[in-house]
């Protein structure tokens, strides 16, 4: 679960703490401040796809084959990356595209149902309660798609082993080096957001999953295309 203490939040807002009084000073600090988190965030994007591009379509194939034999995706993530999760899960079940007729697939997130959560946190650890999951629910074929923005999280290892122990196929989306997510081969696709900042890692990953997402949809209509 990622925190911001005192420093953390002088860095971002410095504004907050310059010790002046002058409102118009202040609010040029605070226009200042978005326009470069704005620049920071459109350049990470950009390095993002030019480095991952290819791999995303890629990524993209591989899912599509898996919702066309009839798999499911399952998501999951601690702290924002749980929530980005089970809003990656959300956007493939319950996609909301401009003109509406977006395709919905079978996906859920692990973080979903609270008393699963908190049984296998308490009564085993906290460490099996996604590997706990794809266990009981994953299938060959199905797809398992973890968050991070460390990539050192322990449950998502095991979860990644799991996965790939059970044949799904594996996704991983970490940030800063790719962390000991970098170092499994239990992961099929693995895409790391590389920036020092949680919150600009986070921004980001919400646009590569939510990229994958449409090249999934464009994959399975090629897919269906090429059917006779």
């Not at 925190?3 to 226009?31: H, K, M």
């Not at 594996?170 to 997510?181: E, N, Q, S, W």
Request: glycine share 10%.
């Amino acid at each position: 679960m990622d925190s911001v203490g005192a420093s953390g939040l002088e860095e971002l807002y410095p504004f907050l703490y310059s010790g002046t009084s002058d409102l118009d000073a202040v609010l040029t600090q605070v226009r200042q401040s978005t326009v470069e988190k704005a620049r920071e965030i459109v350049a990470l994007r950009r390095q993002v796809l030019e480095s991952d591009g290819e791999r995303l379509a890629a990524c993209a194939r591989d899912l599509a084959q898996a919702f066309a034999g009839g798999g499911r995706l399952l998501a999951f993530g601690n702290g924002g990356s749980s929530t980005d999760a089970q809003d990656l899960a959300s956007l493939f079940l319950s996609p909301d595209s401009p003109d509406g007729n977006a395709r919905p697939l079978p996906a859920f997130g692990l973080t979903n149902d609270i008393a699963v959560v908190t049984a296998l946190s308490n009564d085993i650890g906290f460490d099996v309660v996604f590997s706990r999951q794809v266990g009981a629910f994953g299938r060959r074929g199905d797809i398992a798609v973890g968050l991070s923005t460390s990539g050192n999280s322990a449950n998502l290892l095991a979860a990644f082993d799991e996965a790939a122990r059970r044949g799904l196929v594996t996704v991983g989306i970490a940030g800063y080096d790719g962390g000991k997510m970098a170092e499994l081969s239990s992961i099929d696709h693995l895409f790391v957001v590389p920036s020092p900042s949680v919150h600009r890692i986070q921004e980001a990953q919400t646009t590569l999953y939510h990229a994958l997402w449409e090249l999934t949809l464009g994959a399975l209509d090629d897919l269906e295309g090429e059917q006779p």
